[in-house]
């Protein structure tokens, strides 16, 4: 598992959060915790939908 906005390997479940894209539910957003913190900006694979 990698995080969709830093392309970080993902090892601990602590550390990231996974959601289903809002707008299409199609695509799993994973982001790690640092990029969340940050608000770093994500970008769904498959709608382009992008969000905080
Ligand atoms: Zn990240
Ligand atoms: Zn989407």
Redesign the pocket.
């Known amino acids: 598992m990698k995080c969709i906005t830093c392309g970080t390997n993902l090892i601990s479940e602590e550390k990231f959060t996974r959601f289903k ?7 799993e957003i994973i982001r790690c915790k640092s990029c969340r913190v940050r608000k770093i900006p994500y970008k ?6 992008r969000g905080p």
Do not use: L, T
């Open positions: 894209c809002p707008a299409c539910g199609k695509s769904c694979e498959k709608c382009e939908f």
